[in-house]
Structure formats: C-alpha cells, structure tokens
C-alpha cells in the first residue's frame, strides 16, 4: 500500500497496512531548505535531515489553500479598494500594517514576523472596541464571483504522486473574527454582545461558506481541515456558545465538502470533552490534534471509545514533547499513541503531533524524536 493510498484509506474507514504517520507542518514539500529568504529557518542546515525524513517516511498532507479569482486578483472578504497592506522591514523583524476603511472608522493591525522564529506576533489587533466590530461587521459584502484556480493543487497532486495528498485549510466564521480581536476583547464581546458578535459570524459565514463551495465544486474527493473551533472551547467559552458560534456554522462547511465526496476534518486545540457531541455532530470526517492532559482534558483513548467510529482521530503527540523529552520517554508516549489510537477499531487513525518546533535551530533531541515516529510507525 502507498502512502497516498494509506491515507485516503484511512479518511474512508477502510483496512491500512498499518496506521498513518505525519509530522504536521513539516511534510519535505512546502519547506525549500535552498531559499536564501533570511526569515526562511528552513535553510538552518540542521532542518535537512528532518525536511528528508518527511518526504521519504512520512505519509504527506501538505497545507494548503485554493483562492477564487475574478478580475486577476483572488476573491476575499472585504470589497476592492477598502484595504491596503504595508510591508516594512526593521533590522531582523518584518512588519505588517493592515488598514481597512469600514465606514467612517480606519480600522488598523500591526502584525510582526522574526527572522529566527517561523510564527507571526499580532502586536495591533484590527477591531479595538464594540463600535470597531459594529463599524466591521456593516462593512458591504464583497461581491462573491470568480473561478476557482485549482492549478496549485494540480500540481501538488503530481509532485506528490503516490507519497502523499494536499490537505485544503478554510478559516471558520469563529476564526476569521475572533483573529481580529485580542482574547480578552473576543471573549468579552463574544459573552456580552450576542447579537452584534453573531451579525458578525454571518457576515463571515456568507464568504466562507460562498468560498467553500467554489472550491469545493473544483476540487471535489479532496481532504479539508476547518480551522477556529478552538477559540470557543473551554475556559474561553461555555459549551452553549460553541453550540451557536461553531457548530450551527461548521455544520455548513462539513455539509458543503462532504457533498463533494471530500474529507472534512475539525481542528481543535485544548478541552474538548464538553463539545466533543457538538463536534461528531457536525458530520466531519475527523478531528485533530486530541491533546492530553494537561494540553486538553481527554485521553485518546476516551475519544476512540466514544466516537471513534466516526471519527478518525489525528493525534495525539505534544509539539512540547518533541522537543524536551529525552526519546527513551518519548518513545514510551508513542507507543501510548499508537495503542489508544487504535484499540478496539474503528474508523482510522494518523498519528501526528500538535505541532512543531518553529525556531530556526533545530535541536538533536527533537530529530532523534521525530526518527522515534518513524520506528514505532514501521513496526507496527
């Protein structure tokens, strides 16, 4: 069985040679170890050997995205001329300023990239107070027209060949508001201000779900992963509320891929075992990444046995542990993986980690670990 096979397998519940195995960001095909891009930590001569295990071991889902084009530019959210991007660089860090006219109000965001950190800071969010979100969320909808261009997709299918697959990310109603605010401010207004937090979800929604269709129409048996659910997890909100700002949004989205024979899977950090129904519920193929406790507040195990025939379970390894447990530990924590990942049956499971280290110096221990993944996943 290959590697592309193993994985579309899995999504469909069917019988693996053995259980699927993927580093997450890292995939040996969106990293370009020869970019000489000084915010590039790939080209650390210490990435290679990791860059090399992926392409060669790992069964690939490659991040990606797809974008509707009309008038040779990509469809977004917000009508031509109302926002403008501006790119300064300061020593070793990359600054981006957003502006959006909403109305009579300037709204502004101040984003901050660091040459040896692959991950990017909001230090300016663009929505400040409430009349900030009322002034965003009367913002006229764009005018949702195009044609997908799938060709970057093409194209990694036959890169990838047998290796492999893309995987479509798509921002939720929840994450494309919830980003533009700081925690506090999101919580707040998400807790207090029902109706003017949910007028803005629906405005999200109606380019999202628009957006999903398009591409879900030109690239249908594709596999997904629906971003955002994760801001309305607990502590931040009450499992009502999850009910209202994700599920009765992400029901949509799964439905849109599901009709398209795709593979929708929701990706949700932390607590999850108060929302897991409202998850199941949505029809999604999966779900990653079930962090253990203390990260989350279930076992993979308690998820396999509860909703496990439905779901194919993406996990369940700490980026954290990658990096700082000593791999005779780690090894023991994948092994761990591997058995409640795949007790008792069910629909499928990829073991995957959280995340990854994203600085630019890559340690031996974290290599050493990544190579644990591979000899648990081959002797299986």
Request: one cysteine or more; a negative charge; glycine letters at 8%.
């Amino acid at each position: 069985m290959n590697r592309k096979e193993r994985l579309y397998h899995t999504f469909q519940g069917k019988t693996v040679d053995r259980p699927a195995v993927n580093f997450y960001e890292i995939n040996g095909y969106s990293e370009n170890p020869d970019d000489p891009d000084k915010y590039n930590i790939y080209n650390d001569p210490g990435w290679k050997p990791l860059i090399d295990l992926a392409r060669e071991k790992t069964d690939r889902m490659v991040w990606t995205s797809a974008s509707v084009i009309a008038g040779g530019r990509s469809v977004g959210i917000y009508p031509d001329g109302i926002q403008s991007i501006r790119v300064e660089e300061t020593g070793d860090s990359r600054h981006t300023y957003t502006t959006v006219k909403a109305g009579a109000r300037t709204l502004t965001s101040h984003a901050v990239r660091e040459k040896d950190l692959n991950t990017t800071w909001c230090v300016e969010h663009l929505i400040k107070d409430l009349d900030d979100l009322k002034a965003w969320t009367a913002i006229p909808d764009n005018e949702f027209q195009g044609a997908a261009d799938i060709s970057k997709i093409v194209q990694m299918e036959k890169d990838l060949g047998d290796t492999g697959c893309p995987m479509l990310d798509i921002a939720d109603p929840l994450c494309i508001v919830a980003y533009n605010m700081t925690m506090e401010d999101y919580t707040v207004f998400a807790m207090t201000e029902k109706k003017v937090f949910r007028e803005a979800l629906d405005k999200a929604a109606r380019y999202t779900f628009w957006l999903t269709e398009q591409l879900a129409a030109a690239l249908p048996g594709r596999a997904w992963r629906i971003v955002g659910p994760e801001f309305a997890g607990e502590p931040y909100l009450p499992p009502s509320l999850f009910h209202e700002y994700v599920y009765n949004y992400d029901k949509i989205i799964v439905e849109i891929v599901n009709k398209s024979g795709g593979y929708p899977r929701i990706h949700c950090h932390g607590n999850l075992r108060s929302i897991l129904d409202d998850i199941a519920a949505t029809g999604c193929m999966g779900i990653d990444p079930v962090e253990p406790p203390p990260q989350g507040d279930v076992e993979l195990s308690y998820v396999r046995e509860k909703y496990g025939r439905q779901l194919v379970l993406f996990g369940n390894l700490e980026a954290s542990d990658i990096e700082n447990l000593k791999p005779e530990l780690f090894r023991e924590k994948v092994k761990t993986a591997l058995d409640e990942g795949t007790r008792g049956g069910g629909r499928g499971f990829v073991l995957i980690p959280s995340a990854c280290p994203y600085g630019r110096k890559l340690s031996s221990n974290a290599m050493r670990n990544y190579e644990v993944m591979i000899e648990e996943i081959e002797h299986c």
